[in-house]
């Protein structure tokens, strides 16, 4: 459980890393921003992994959930509904190397994993709160 949280919001925030750096025309012509997603995302989940054997780190459905609408409200200022559509899918192809996935096959991989993510932190939370109850 406490390892699907960090793995969620570690990829929430590598995604939010990622099209905060697509945005910058000349970081995206040097360097591949898919690889910025991965590396950030691998980075963040081992990092966040090994905190909480020094301090409790507590990422709470509320943290999670507002982490989420956070990240979505920002990525829709950043860019806008209609560039929301692309960005993100041609980061994940840009990084994966595999041109011929059309971006709406990408976006419906990353509209799954936010929302069964999400779906599957919340019902885990519900079962450890009637554990102890």
């Not at 960090?6 to 898919?34: C, D, H, P, Q």
């Not at 989940?45 to 709470?60: A, C, M």
């Not at 990525?75 to 190397?97: C, D, N, W």
Request: charged share 15%; proline share 2%; glycine share 4%.
């Amino acid at each position: 459980m406490k390892y699907l949280n960090i793995i969620y919001n570690s990829f929430l925030w590598a995604l939010v890393i990622a099209i905060t750096s697509f945005k910058s025309e000349w970081l995206e012509m040097r360097i591949n921003i898919g690889y910025i997603f991965f590396v950030t995302f691998i980075l963040l989940s081992v990092i966040l992994s090994l905190i909480p054997r020094r301090k409790q780190l507590k990422l709470s459905v509320v943290f999670t959930t507002a982490n989420l609408f956070i990240c979505t409200i920002y990525a829709m200022v950043l860019y806008g509904f209609q560039r929301l559509k692309t960005v993100p899918a041609s980061i994940i192809r840009e990084g994966i190397h595999i041109n011929k996935i059309q971006f709406s096959v990408i976006n419906l991989v990353l509209l799954i994993i936010i929302i069964l993510g999400l779906v599957l932190i919340i019902i885990f939370d519900k079962s450890k709160q009637k554990k102890y109850k």
